[in-house]
């Protein structure tokens, strides 16, 4: 995995993770790409006035490629960089530019993530072929972009108190939901220092695919076999704590990694929505957890795929246990946030009388049968007035970059060698 991702990310969020101090190594590991070219001033394209020569190109597929972001291949980067001549001309005409010390900044700040001085940084990347302005005029696009965006369209993009009001489902209009993908990470106490570092390896990747894939390799989940993907979620089902870290993320985006008894949880964000169906605030939490000895043995998920089968609501199950220990058997309610983190993540998933087996406890010795009986709503507010209003911006401010760019390159003249 890459040992430091998510540059575009950490200019957005401001997010300060710490990296290995083996980066230094990944700086010197790469080779300057071979770029076809016939001078390397001359156009390789040409964005209405403005030409993107093969020096350009090249040190922008260096700099990704030293860096470990997505889209380090030639076809991704000239797309990129015909966008950002477009961006560039968008603001050169209405006057925006990144102020020098934001982006000096910015850069102090990223190369902090990497236990580097500013002046480590770019000697690191000089020594790897790519020129300190090459990394400047990356960073100061970025952040002007962002700037002209908001004062372009923040005034459009603000929701009103009625839409944040049925974002968090109170009134009879719509609600807020989230896409996710998760991983779910066993871990006993053997394993805890290396899921831990595998965990942090994990939140730095910055694709939905890379994800998917270490999501089949690594999640204990059973939503592995689906890369991790989970449905639409109601912003009101998940955990209050969660609530707000989901929201402030961006499509794309890793939560850091969060514990849980017995595994290491990671979701990342693949769509935010608002829906025409409300969904209230949860005031209490009803659910029953049967607890099966033998772990995720193949007997005992057998046997719980048995029981899922015969019965159909969680009165059923004081029946099963009927007989037996008194502590096999768990039903409880309790408002969200007095439900253990896991079970908390796991009910946020089910309708009512459906079953998860993905838990366990007593070091993976016993399986987690847990059903959710009931949810009982309110008009709660555990998910603050700003987060919500701040998620719901964010999300049409993409889509209004989103649109203007496309309306850009298609009124352009764009000719490429």
């Excluded at 580097?116 to 790519?130: R, W």
Aim: include cysteine.
């Amino acid at each position: 995995m890459q040992l430091i991702s998510g540059f575009s990310r950490f200019l957005r969020s401001g997010w300060h993770k710490p990296v290995t101090p083996a980066l230094a190594a990944v700086f010197l590991a790469f080779s300057a790409p071979q770029v076809s070219a016939q001078s390397l001033f001359s156009p390789a394209i040409r964005v209405n006035q403005d030409i993107v020569t093969w020096y350009e190109l090249e040190q922008r597929l260096q700099f990704l490629n030293v860096l470990g972001l997505p889209g380090g291949n030639e076809a991704d980067v000239r797309e990129a960089l015909i966008e950002e001549k477009l961006r560039k001309q968008a603001m050169r005409e209405a006057g925006v530019e990144a102020a020098p010390e934001a982006v000096q900044l910015g850069i102090d700040e990223f190369a902090s993530r990497g236990q580097l001085s500013t002046e480590q940084f770019l000697q690191l990347l000089g020594e790897a072929g790519v020129d300190p302005e090459t990394v400047r005029d990356y960073v100061a696009d970025q952040l002007a972009w962002r700037d002209y965006i908001s004062s372009r369209y923040l005034s459009q993009a603000r929701p009103t108190e009625d839409e944040i009001d049925r974002a968090l489902g109170q009134t009879g209009g719509g609600g807020l939901q989230v896409l996710l993908s998760e991983i779910i990470i066993p871990v006993n106490p053997q394993t805890v220092a290396q899921t831990e570092l595998l965990a942090e390896e994990i939140s730095r990747l910055e694709t939905i695919e890379a994800f998917s894939a270490a999501a089949a390799q690594y999640s204990g989940a059973a939503t592995r076999n689906e890369g991790g993907r989970l449905d639409w979620l109601n912003i009101s089902n998940l955990p209050p704590a969660l609530q707000p870290v989901i929201l402030g993320l961006q499509n794309g985006e890793i939560t850091d990694p969060i514990s849980l008894p017995n595994a290491v949880a990671l979701f990342q964000l693949r769509g935010l929505r608002e829906v025409a169906t409300a969904a209230p605030r949860i005031s209490k939490l009803d659910y029953a957890a049967y607890y099966l000895p033998g772990g995720r043995s193949a007997e005992t998920l057998a046997r719980a795929a048995a029981l899922r089968e015969e019965i159909d609501t969680c009165d059923d199950l004081y029946g099963v246990a009927k007989d037996q220990p008194v502590e096999v058997l768990d039903r409880i309610e309790a408002s969200p946030s007095e439900v253990p983190r896991d079970f908390a993540v796991e009910l946020a998933k089910l309708d009512r009388f459906e079953v998860s087996t993905n838990l366990t406890r007593n070091n993976g010795q016993t399986l987690v049968f847990l059903m959710l009986c009931n949810r009982v709503r309110d008009l709660g507010e555990d998910t603050s007035r700003a987060d919500v209003a701040n998620a719901l911006a964010q999300q049409r401010l993409q889509a209004f970059a989103s649109s203007l760019v496309e309306q850009l390159r298609a009124d352009a003249t764009i000719v490429q060698e």
